[in-house]
Nanobody, 115 residues
Framework: QVQLVESGGGLVQPGGSLRLSCATS????????MGWYRQAPGKQRELVAT???????NYADSVKGRFTISRDDVKNTVDLQMNSLKPEDTAVYYC?????????WGQGTQVTVSS
């Protein structure tokens, strides 16, 4: 069973920053991609950012230039640095791993951007 453990969510004021981290038990050599998704109340879950095993990056248009995804192959983690946060970034953020062609999800961490 693949485990994903997320950390780093919380409350931040508009314009502030947060860093999310996700540690996985998945075998590094068999991970196809890792990423972050989010779901706001009343909305569908949406892609935020992904990084493939080859290092290709993909960002949602709404976060380009503000969020940065990175991967630590030694710690087997994927991080999301979020800068210039806006109220519309408020959501539950989920870590995702594509492993042996199957999607695995973390439990989610709440990010609230409010003054």
């Amino acid at each position: 069973q693949v485990q994903l453990v997320e950390s780093g969510g919380g409350l931040v004021q508009p314009g502030g920053s947060l860093r999310l981290s996700c540690a996985t038990s998945a075998r590094r050599s068999r991970i196809n991609a890792m990423g972050w998704y989010r779901q706001a109340p009343g909305k569908q879950r949406e892609l935020v950012a992904t990084i493939t095993s080859g290092g290709s990056l993909n960002y949602a248009d709404s976060v380009k230039g503000r969020f940065t995804i990175s991967r630590d192959d030694v710690k087997n983690t994927v991080d999301l640095q979020m800068n210039s946060l806006k109220p519309e970034d408020t959501a539950v953020y989920y870590c995702n791993v594509l492993y042996f062609g199957l999607n695995y999800w973390g439990q989610g961490t709440q990010v609230t951007v409010s003054s």
